[in-house]
């Protein structure tokens, strides 16, 4: 099975445990105002690649990931959920630790056929790590063009079926960093099964993206966090 991938990168150090092959699959439906990756939005683009070429392009520096693995992020990963599947099978077929790094946006309730593959999907997978950007419905929306109801009850229903979960929050000043969303995202999280959370600091670093792409920057003015907000 082939997927649109954006691109590779082959010691990552960020992106789950351990020193992993990452691969950048193309597509996302979502348009946060502080993503540093616009250039994997568009759909169905990108170099088109099988599986099992990305399986070997891990083997060719398998000996640097001994203690990591194969993450799967994008865009948003289970826009090709198919595509993801076979991956993950394929590595886990090869003992290989598999991380997908998603948004959770993608599910949808009551739709059997997904919610099979995303089962199957997890019975492959080691780590997720999902993203809660915001706790407010509408203030959600504002920031990344979609509703947060979906993405909860995605982390509901893989938090109860037992997945491991790490929560990635990136931390934006003038978005989602005041205190009133801070604890009302820990309020949700407290009773859930989660094993770690990461807060991601705001970074400009995709302003040069946004220009390159004739691309309208969202966030011109938005500071990175100081190291005492974060602390706090």
């Not at 991938?5 to 992106?15: A, C, K, M, P, Y």
């Not at 063009?145 to 990635?168: M, T, V, W």
């Not at 400009?204 to 966090?225: C, E, G, I, N, Q």
Request: proline fraction near 5%.
């Amino acid at each position: 099975m082939n997927g649109f991938i954006h691109s590779t990168e082959s010691f990552g150090t960020v992106d789950g445990p351990g020193v992993r092959f990452v691969v950048f699959l193309q597509g996302c439906p979502m348009r946060c105002q502080y993503c540093h990756n616009p250039d994997t939005w568009k759909m169905n683009s990108g170099a088109v690649r099988s599986a099992q070429s990305l399986i070997r392009e891990y083997e060719r520096n398998a000996a640097f990931y001994k203690k990591g693995g194969i993450t799967v992020t994008g865009g948003e990963a289970l826009m090709q959920i198919d595509f993801l599947l076979e991956l993950f099978r394929l590595a886990k077929q090869k003992n290989i630790h598999t991380c997908l790094d998603t948004s959770g946006v993608t599910y949808r309730p009551g739709a059997s056929s997904y919610n099979e593959k995303l089962d199957a999907l997890m019975e492959v997978t080691d780590l997720v790590m999902l993203d809660i950007k915001h706790i407010d419905p509408e203030a959600h929306k504002k920031l990344t063009g979609a509703d947060n109801r979906r993405i909860l009850e995605n982390l509901q229903k893989l938090s109860e079926a037992g997945a491991k979960i790490e929560i990635r929050m990136p931390m934006v000043p003038q978005a989602n960093a005041d205190e009133k969303t801070l604890r009302g995202i820990g309020a949700f999280l407290q009773n859930l099964n989660i094993t770690r959370m990461k807060v991601l600091p705001y970074h400009s670093m995709a302003r040069s993206k946004y220009a390159a792409l004739d691309m309208h920057d969202t966030m011109p003015d938005v500071p990175s966090p100081t190291d005492e907000a974060l602390q706090k």
